[in-house]
């Protein structure tokens, strides 16, 4: 079975500030990873996700997550943090090539972005 | 192209009822996947559905139950309502039943038990 840890249930970050979401996943087996947003009485939202190959990945919106094997981790990253920014963000994982993608989300960590 | 779409937006339930849950997949999708997200909390899942069938379950009593119809849409059931089904119920869409399709969600319904 897999699990995913994400160490700050919140994490307040003035504007234009960098912030950094820790997330740490346990699993016997290869996995997918992704990190989702969710907005306000909002569903969830794909922010990116690794799948293979490059190790950094990086969403259209200026996020970016490294994949770490050796440390079992997927952080999430942004240089620059703007108010629209202000959701609860998910990192999730599934196994890789099993039928069926279930994924198993961490807590989630909400982030605040303040003026 | 519409998105996945879920309905009713609210409900209120009372301890004992039952109730019904409905999702429309995002269009060209056939694979259906319910997640319980309850306050402060990651979503959970509950199942998935795929080809009309459950293919995959996760830690959630017979209680929940659900189908798919052969256009893709699907249901969920929750039977002998208890305070603790409270929560956000999350719908997901994808193309096939493995793990490199991504699952697109919906707005979800938000239950609550009195």
């Known amino acids: 079975a897999q699990s995913v840890t994400q160490l700050d249930s919140q994490v307040p970050v003035f504007e234009e500030a960098p912030v950094e979401l820790r997330c740490n996943y346990s699993s016997s087996v290869s996995v997918y990873l992704f990190w989702y947003v969710q907005y306000p009485n909002q569903g969830l939202q794909l922010l990116l996700k690794y799948l293979s190959g490059s190790t950094l990945v990086e969403s259209i919106n200026g996020f970016e997550a490294e994949f770490n094997k050796s440390q079992t981790s997927f952080h999430l990253r942004k240089p620059s943090v703007h108010i629209s920014d202000t959701a609860e963000y998910f990192c999730a994982v599934t196994k890789w090539g099993a039928a069926g993608n279930k994924l198993t989300f961490g807590g989630g960590t909400r982030v605040l972005v303040k003026p | 192209d519409a998105g996945v779409t879920q309905s009713p937006t609210h409900l209120i339930k009372t301890r004992g009822q039952q109730v019904t849950l409905r999702c429309s997949p995002k269009s060209g999708h056939d694979t259906v996947s319910w997640y319980q997200q309850a306050l402060g909390q990651g979503p959970q899942f509950i199942f998935q559905?795929?080809?009309?069938?459950?293919?995959q379950r996760g830690n959630f009593p017979d209680r929940f139950s659900g189908h798919q119809f052969p256009n893709y849409s699907s249901e969920l059931n929750v039977n002998a309502l208890l305070l603790g089904d409270s929560a956000l119920y999350l719908c997901?869409?994808?193309?096939?039943?493995?793990?490199?399709?991504?699952?697109?969600f919906g707005p979800g319904t938000r239950l609550t038990v009195t």
């Open positions: 997901a869409s994808s193309l096939g039943d493995r793990g490199v399709h991504e699952q697109y």
């Open positions: 559905y795929y080809e009309e069938e459950e293919r």
